[in-house]
């Protein structure tokens, strides 16, 4: 040693392993628009593909006049449903267990469905095609209210279901009936209900909204006719899903189909399943020979890619008069659309939602959820959440408030006396969750003494009596989001898609200079894969992170993975990265132990490499057994270094987080400003706190935009009138508020490392705090529950409804 | 959002300008920033099979003071608009309310020529034209005339422009010094068009209101000029009575839409509070 030796802490630092706040190695291209997307991607002689969309929400489709459009200069072929049949892929089975038309079969059944694909040597003569295929249809009654779907007389919109009396999730009460599902005790949760000294009963909406990732979906898919082999470069959450479904549906060996995921610009839960566009692009390509494009524009995206949400909760608590609850339950009527094609694992028609007893010791639930088909688009994909846990945690977290305000307990008050307690852990749900770890009164106890809680509640006091005296016409809104997140599916017990169990991967291979590649089954949309991964290899086996390449999205070289959504990278994949360095540095040892001439037993690890206990001098670096593993193992040993993992989860993880909103609102524009948002997650270990503030940051930036008045709105014909981001909003950094971020950690007992995924969390957590600071303002003038969104004409009528500003 | 087949022409004079529509006919449309045009074609809600680009007229760019007057060439910009300190020091309400339109980048690209010329009812330049009684300068084969900006707006998108005629230039006589000033704009956010949005020019004597125009903004077909509105504060001290008779005075002529931005009912209301709030702030900077 000298003074040239790197000090402990100065190795730990050169690896930029787990806790660093590493800089995003791939914002390198990103910020100087060197990244490769979608349409980025240019073959030679690639044609371009783009839809005749239906303006109907319902109607009989006649017929399809396709002469006109197959004399545009440029237009080689236009696609219709007879086409798509002689493929037998004029319909398409959805995540669900439901099928879907690829292109009108006959009728649609909302309102810019696919019609026809229109095939042309660019974008611009496909559009003229399109402007020029005239469709003859015959208007049909249209169903936009989910709660008039199972009416008697409500029109059938699904004639290819006739007599079909049951579904995937078993049996089907009305021709628009879809499934029900039930989880809990009906008879001891109603039986908590008769003894209850107290109970709410509210209908709580989740409207419809739409993840709208500024990159839309887009594929290019090129066919090579010689070797029988389809090539698809898409927006794809789930390259190997997407490579499986193909094969399935288009009757190709799997091994000559080469799915390919470039970077992609956000997914949100919109890039998970299969849409019409990839099956017609695929389909062209075949047909003509020729590469075939197809980049949905934003009006496609938002009125017919998945939506999300669009959940009707009505919702009871039972609780005894000093605030403890009794009794949960729950019924949700569900509108899915025209087709039933939620992301979902197939078992779990309604996701997770069953975490809606959320951070809360109810000894008894029951929920039954209610799936029905409407003429909206199809969809019900997990945006920036786990599967249907952002409505679970919206449902539950809204419904203490309005718990709080019958007992007249302080909603904070009400939530520290319910919380699971720290040694309940793991905690059995009544509708059937083990919750690894938590404790949730140390993350609530935090958060208000950060936001100075009691002081806001005496200033609130104050204003609502300046209020009440006319001295303002503003009035304050403090809401809290304490959330139970349910994320990482899946373990192959309950979790699969299409019956692939919901494992995650990773292959680790380590080249002679201490340098490596790991390959995963996941793909970042954003999340960062290609630095935190890295530094989860850094930390455990000693290799700096700057040295290890991560590469996603390549089915020919990734292994086998269920892809990046519901927050399940980490919490799965994670774990298989950890997985497969362990098993690097168990053969690493034994190269050291041969090396130093000592048993493997002697030997501990040190930061980066191995040493001989009680001999700190004599050790070996990963740098120098990367080397020694390309030259001199052991007898009997093979050569290299490389691992690789599949990761079956024991269980989920259960992050979670307590925010905090402070609102406030001037009752004649109804026009709100966010003052402070205050957000304490725990998402167990954490990897890279900088990105873990960034995620944050994104997420509680959608759940603002979510609250406060984004949604997919259709009028009674069933026109989505909120089609551009003209009308769907999309807040700027101008409307953003600030945000403040906070942290616990609990790590995960079951978890390789301990860690629980947190992408999601913000949102999960941040729509509540919202909406029940909005809620919370109004409630001294009387108000129980008011619907999101709340945007300023709704906070008008609002206050108007209640009294407070003059008609 | 793919433009249907156009020419594209970009002539060098007003002159051409003009030979060019009265060749090109009625499937010509002259394209100044183009953010209301080539959206509509992006939609092939609008397919104009020749476009006339404006870009090419150096004579249609600049801001004079004339004597009492300013005059702002048709495709002086609205970032230029905010760059000029003529502008700021006879027409500070310009400055205000150019900063109230989209985002920078639109106003690097967005015109004033088109913003009043298209006569669509939710731009914000055409109100603050009729509350400064401004005129436009229209060109076409027959010569020029001038047009008083109160009598150009007919309904939505429906001007006293005649076929073959451009909007070349916009007059406006300055207020008198010590004038106050403010435009009100309700908005969903950046980028929106006004819910609701009053502007205000008035002079202040002794306390109380000596002169007053008020307009609105996307609270009609056309903008409105709000007379009687003006005609409740003249006079008076701006007291809560005066404030409201004007609201409501104001709300009376008043017929937006109901759309994504709120019911009718919501946006006549909030537009009675934007003339109440640019009264108050138009008075607190007069001197």
């Known amino acids: ?807 | 959002m793919i433009p249907g087949p156009f020419d594209y022409h970009r002539p060098a004079s007003v002159g051409d300008a003009i030979k060019l529509l009265a060749d090109l006919g009625d499937e010509a449309r002259p394209l100044a920033g183009g953010h209301s045009l080539l959206p509509m074609m992006k939609l092939r809600l609008a397919t104009p099979a020749h476009l006339i680009d404006l870009h090419g007229i150096a004579g249609l760019k600049g801001i004079c003071r004339e004597g009492d007057r300013i005059a702002i060439g048709a495709m002086t910009t609205q970032a230029e608009l905010l760059a000029s300190n003529d502008i700021g020091e006879a027409l500070p309400i310009l400055h205000e309310t150019a900063l109230l339109i989209a985002d920078p980048q639109v106003r690097y690209r967005g015109t004033i020529g088109g913003n009043v010329a298209n006569g669509d009812p939710g731009n914000d330049m055409p109100a603050l034209m009729l509350a400064l009684d401004a005129t436009y300068r229209l060109e076409g084969p027959n010569g020029a005339r001038e047009v008083p900006a109160r009598e150009f707006y007919q309904g939505a998108y429906f001007t006293a422009l005649e076929p073959g005629e451009i909007l070349t230039g916009v007059s406006i006589p300055v207020p008198p010094a010590g004038h106050g000033y403010a435009y009100e704009k309700l908005k969903r956010k950046v980028g929106d068009y006004a819910t609701a949005a009053a502007g205000v020019v008035l002079t202040m004597a002794a306390g109380k209101v000596a002169s007053c125009v008020i307009s609105l903004t996307n609270l009609h077909e056309t903008p409105l000029l709000a007379s009687d509105a003006a005609n409740a504060v003249i006079g008076t001290t701006l007291d809560d009575a005066a404030l409201k008779a004007a609201a409501n005075a104001a709300r009376a002529i008043m017929q937006p839409a109901s759309d994504a931005r709120g019911p009718a009912e919501y946006r006549i209301h909030v537009g009675g509070i934007m003339v109440m709030r640019a009264l108050q702030r138009a008075a607190s900077r007069a001197k």
């Open chain 1, 1 to 807: 040693m000298n003074d040239l030796t790197p000090t402990r802490e100065q190795r730990e630092a050169a690896l930029e392993g787990m806790g660093c706040r590493r800089k995003r190695v791939e914002d390198i291209r990103f910020t100087q628009g060197k990244g490769n997307y979608v349409d980025d991607v240019k073959l030679p002689g690639m044609l371009h593909g783009d839809f005749v969309r239906s303006p109907h929400a319902h109607a009989r489709v006649k017929a399809i006049h396709t002469e006109e459009a197959l004399k545009v200069p440029g237009v080689l072929a236009v696609i219709t449903a007879e086409t798509l049949k002689t493929v037998n892929l004029a319909w398409m089975p959805t995540l669900a267990g439901d099928v879907q038309m690829v292109l009108a079969d006959g009728k649609v059944l909302f309102q810019n469905q696919e019609v026809a694909f229109v095939v042309a040597t660019d974008r611009y003569a496909a559009d003229d095609g399109v402007s020029k295929v005239v469709v003859d249809y015959e208007p049909l009654p249209v169903l936009v209210d989910p709660f008039k779907a199972m009416d008697p007389d409500a029109p059938v919109l699904r004639e290819d279901l006739a007599g079909k009396t049951s579904g995937a999730h078993g049996p089907r009460k009305h021709h628009n009936h879809i499934f029900e599902w039930t989880v809990g005790d009906k008879d001891l949760t109603d039986a908590a209900f008769k003894k209850a000294d107290v109970t709410i009963k509210e209908m709580i909406s989740y409207h419809r909204t739409h993840p709208s990732p500024l990159e839309t979906c887009q594929c290019v898919c090129s066919f090579d006719k010689v070797k029988g082999e389809l090539t698809i470069w898409g927006t794809f959450q789930a390259p190997h899903v997407i490579r499986t479904v193909v094969s399935l549906i288009a009757k190709l060996p799997e091994q000559k189909i080469h799915v390919i995921a470039p970077d992609i610009g956000g997914g949100f839960g919109n890039k998970v399943g299969a849409y019409p566009g990839y099956i017609c692009a695929a389909v062209a390509s075949i047909v003509t020979g020729k590469p075939v494009k197809w980049v949905e524009d934003r009006i496609e995206n938002l009125t017919a890619t998945a939506f999300a949400r669009d959940y009707h909760m009505t919702t009871e608590i039972a609780a005894t008069k000093d605030g403890k609850v009794t009794g949960l339950r729950v019924h949700v009527l569900a509108d899915h659309g025209g087709f039933d094609a939620c992301a979902d694992p197939s078992k779990w028609p309604a996701g997770f939602f069953n975490i809606v007893t959320g951070s809360y010791d109810f000894p008894v639930a029951h929920l039954a959820v209610d799936g029905v088909y409407t003429n909206k688009a199809p969809g019900g994909v997990a945006y920036r959440c786990s599967f249907r846990v952002t409505e679970a945690a919206y449902c539950i977290e809204r419904a203490m408030d309005i718990l709080a305000q019958k007992l007249g307990m302080d909603p904070a008050e009400l939530r520290l006396k319910n919380f699971i307690k720290p040694e309940q852990f793991p905690y059995h749900s009544a509708l059937g969750w083990e919750y690894d770890s938590g404790d949730y009164h140390t993350a609530m106890r935090k958060m208000m003494e950060s936001v100075d809680y009691a002081g806001l509640r005496k200033e609130q006091a104050e204003k609502r009596a300046a209020f009440k005296r006319g001295e303002t016409r503003e009035i304050m809104g403090i809401g809290i989001g304490f959330f139970t997140e349910i994320v990482g599916a899946g373990p192959s017990k309950n979790c699969d898609i299409l019956g692939i169990a919901m494992f995650d991967s990773c292959e680790i291979r380590l080249h002679p200079t201490g340098a490596g590649i790991a390959r995963m089954g996941t793909k970042s949309q954003g999340q960062g894969h290609e630095t935190t991964w890295a530094q989860i290899i850094a930390s455990e086996i000693g290799i700096p992170a700057d040295n290890i390449m991560v590469e996603e999205g390549n089915t020919d070289t990734a292994p086998y993975g269920l892809g990046t959504y519901g927050s399940r990278s980490t919490p799965v994949a994670g774990a298989a990265i950890a997985m497969a360095a362990r098993k690097i540095k168990a053969k690493a040892q034994m190269i050291a132990a041969y090396k130093l001439e000592v048993h493997e037993d002697d030997l501990e690890w040190d930061i980066d490499g191995f040493r001989v206990k009680g001999l700190p001098e004599k050790a070996m670096s990963m740098k120098d057994i990367c080397w020694a593993a390309y030259n001199s193992v052991p007898p009997g040993m093979e050569p290299g270094l490389e691992a690789v993992s599949y990761y079956d989860p024991p269980n989920m993880t259960y992050p979670f987080g307590a925010y905090l909103c402070v609102m406030d609102i001037d009752v004649d524009t109804g026009v709100y400003k966010v003052r402070r948002f205050y957000a304490l997650d725990d998402c167990g270990t954490r990897i890279n706190p900088m990105i873990i503030e960034g995620q944050v940051h994104g997420g509680l930036t959608e759940a603002f935009a979510i609250a406060m008045g984004q949604e997919i709105r259709y009028d009674s014909e069933g026109n989505v009138v909120t089609g551009s981001f003209m009308d769907f909003f999309m807040p700027t950094a101008v409307e953003t508020p600030h945000w403040e971020t906070d942290y616990t950690v609990t790590p995960s007992p079951h978890h390789p490392i301990g860690a629980k995924g947190v992408g999601e969390s913000p949102n999960v957590g941040g729509v509540p705090a919202f909406s029940n600071a909005v809620n919370d303002a109004f409630s001294f003038l009387g108000a129980t529950h008011i619907q999101m969104p709340h945007d300023f004409w709704r906070n008008w009528q609002a206050a108007k409804n209640l009294g407070v500003v003059a008609a």
